[in-house]
């Protein structure tokens, strides 16, 4: 079982959405990942409640025209934070969504997003965060988080399960697995774009394989041959493509 702990769908304002949608299982078909934990995010942020309803409404739909290939994560805006709580209630409890998807309209480490994890701790469900570490400040995501705010956030509540997104999505991939090192709750996604060498390696040495999630993030083929060419053993390959995932989703 290869389970792509990271991937998205198209936003309906596109009129290829279907068909994006479309090419996104096949290429899952080549490269033998079978099922993918999906999300929408709208493309103008802050989202508002009506924005992540209907990005969720879709996630859902695509839930049934893809039987067993994809798994939900609801998208929401903590800003909201009563609608946004009740929306994760309604996809989790009501739609079978696995889990929940912050992106970059608040830091994880501030207050207003406590409210989030405490009722993913109270779903068991983990959280996928939007995360990236520059040497400059990034101006279109003045709130983005890093591996560290993930860490401060995870000694805060030990008993959540928290996802740092693509640590391959650029920035400083290594700064981002040594922020990690003290806090075993924080998984990192392997997905992103960026090709360099050793990123597996690091993490694997410097983290555990049972703490490494396999995910593209759309970045199918590079995702996947940062796997495969690794130079760390065939069973750690097997935990970080699949085995990983399983278990964090069989806790529910």
């Not at 983005?144 to 399960?161: H, T, V």
């Not at 996802?163 to 290594?174: E, F, Y």
Request: charged content about 25%.
């Amino acid at each position: 079982m290869v389970i792509d702990c990271h991937a998205h769908l198209t936003h309906r304002s596109k009129p290829t959405w279907a068909e994006d949608d479309r090419r996104l299982i096949e290429a899952a078909d080549k490269l033998g990942i079978d099922k993918l934990c999906c999300s929408i995010l709208p493309p103008k942020r802050p989202s508002t409640p009506e924005s992540f309803r209907k990005c969720n409404r879709w996630v859902a739909e695509a839930m049934k025209r893809f039987p067993e290939r994809i798994l939900g994560y609801c998208y929401v805006n903590p800003g909201y934070q009563r609608e946004a709580l009740e929306e994760i209630k309604r996809c989790v409890q009501d739609l079978g969504f696995i889990g929940i998807k912050l992106y970059n309209e608040y830091r994880c480490n501030e207050p207003v997003v406590f409210p989030i994890v405490e009722l993913a701790i109270e779903l068991k469900v983990p959280i996928l965060q939007h995360a990236g570490h520059a040497h400059y400040f990034v101006k279109e995501q003045p709130r983005l988080s890093d591996a560290g705010m993930l860490a401060e956030l995870a000694k805060r509540y030990p008993e959540a399960i928290l996802i740092c997104a693509h640590v391959c999505g650029g920035g400083d991939w290594g700064w981002t697995i040594k922020a990690l090192r003290d806090a075993p709750n924080v998984y990192l996604d392997t997905s992103g774009s960026v090709t360099d060498e050793g990123v597996i390696e690091m993490a694997v040495q410097t983290l555990g394989a049972e703490r490494l999630l396999f995910g593209c993030d759309m970045s199918m083929t590079a995702s996947m041959g940062r796997i495969i060419s690794a130079q760390i053993p065939e069973e750690a390959k097997r935990m970080i493509l699949g085995e990983n995932m399983a278990r964090l989703l069989s806790g529910r």
